[in-house]
């Protein structure tokens, strides 16, 4: 299994600072034949299911806003969230869908300082 | 747009079988493009992926739960299920059914989750 570790486990920014949540697999997960990294990330928040916000390492999903942003590639990975507001509380994380069983990170918890 | 809906006992007996469907509006399950899954999370706790299925009945469970864990599809009504048999307290979570894209996507679309309690 690809075991996806992330870190901090928990981190604290005021509104407005830089965000940055980082995401190391155990192998990587970069399909050499399209270089695309089969990375995921996600937001959930408290009584909701995850809501998936980059794929393909930095693919931003339809209707998610452009503070956030994903890069990374091959094992390591980074989800920036440039402008923190209010509502980007929650618990963040990745997963890889490179191989079976999919794996998760055990996610990062998003706090306001 | 696609919408998912967990249903099923919150309520199993520890040894029992925790059975779940899933009901997919919105679209059609028979579809090349997407699998379904069951993923599960422990209270306070991180994401764990069940398995998938395809509409056409094919399967992959997590290795981890293989022994225990069967997967389904109906067609028909739209549905697809998860049962889990032997069940002890520490099956205890949320489950949730998912999208998930064959061409490069992961989970885009997931229910909004059902507990299921494993206690006598």
Same mark, same amino acid.
Request: glycine share 10%.
């Given at each position: 299994?690809?075991?996806? /570790?992330?870190?901090?486990? %928990?981190?604290?920014?005021?509104?407005?600072?830089?965000?940055?949540?980082?995401?190391?697999?155990?192998?990587?997960?970069? @399909?050499?034949?399209?270089?695309?990294? $089969?990375?995921?990330?996600?937001?959930?928040?408290?009584?909701?299911?995850?809501?998936?916000?980059?794929?393909?390492?930095?693919?931003?999903?339809?209707?998610?806003?452009?503070?956030?942003?994903?890069?990374?590639?091959? /094992?390591?990975?980074?989800? /920036?969230?440039?402008?923190?507001?209010?509502?980007?509380?929650?618990? $963040?994380?990745?997963?890889? @869908? @490179? %191989?079976?069983?999919?794996?998760?990170?055990?996610? /990062?918890?998003?706090?306001?300082? | 747009?696609?919408?998912?809906?967990? +249903?099923?006992?919150?309520? *199993?007996?520890? #040894?029992?079988?925790?059975?779940?469907?899933?009901? *997919?509006?919105?679209?059609?399950?028979?579809?090349?493009?997407? &699998?379904? #899954?069951?993923? !599960?999370?422990?209270?306070?706790?991180?994401?764990?992926?069940?398995?998938?299925?395809? &509409?056409?009945?094919?399967?992959? &469970?997590?290795? +981890?739960?293989?022994? !225990?864990? +069967?997967?389904? *599809?109906?067609? #028909?009504?739209?549905?697809?299920?998860?049962?889990?048999? +032997?069940?002890?307290?520490?099956?205890?979570? *949320?489950?949730?059914?998912? !999208?998930?894209?064959?061409?490069? !996507?992961?989970?885009?679309?997931?229910?909004?989750?059902?507990?299921?309690?494993?206690? #006598?």
């Amino acid at each position: 299994d690809i075991v996806m /570790t992330q870190s901090p486990d %928990s981190l604290a920014v005021s509104l407005g600072e830089r965000a940055t949540i980082n995401c190391k697999s155990s192998q990587s997960v970069l @399909y050499s034949s399209n270089n695309k990294s $089969y990375l995921g990330w996600y937001q959930q928040k408290p009584g909701q299911p995850p809501k998936l916000l980059i794929h393909w390492a930095s693919n931003r999903e339809s209707g998610v806003p452009d503070r956030f942003s994903g890069s990374g590639s091959g /094992t390591d990975f980074t989800l /920036t969230i440039s402008s923190l507001q209010a509502e980007d509380v929650a618990v $963040y994380y990745c997963q890889q @869908y @490179y %191989s079976t069983p999919r794996t998760f990170g055990q996610g /990062t918890k998003l706090e306001i300082k | 747009q696609v919408q998912l809906q967990e +249903s099923g006992p919150g309520l *199993v007996k520890p #040894s029992q079988t925790l059975s779940l469907t899933c009901t *997919v509006s919105g679209g059609s399950i028979i579809n090349d493009n997407y &699998y379904w #899954s069951w993923i !599960r999370q422990h209270p306070g706790k991180g994401l764990e992926w069940i398995g998938y299925i395809y &509409y056409s009945g094919s399967t992959y &469970y997590n290795p +981890s739960l293989k022994s !225990r864990v +069967s997967m389904s *599809v109906d067609t #028909s009504k739209n549905q697809f299920s998860l049962n889990l048999s +032997s069940v002890t307290a520490a099956d205890t979570a *949320v489950y949730y059914c998912a !999208r998930g894209d064959s061409y490069g !996507r992961p989970f885009d679309c997931w229910g909004q989750g059902t507990l299921v309690t494993v206690s #006598s």
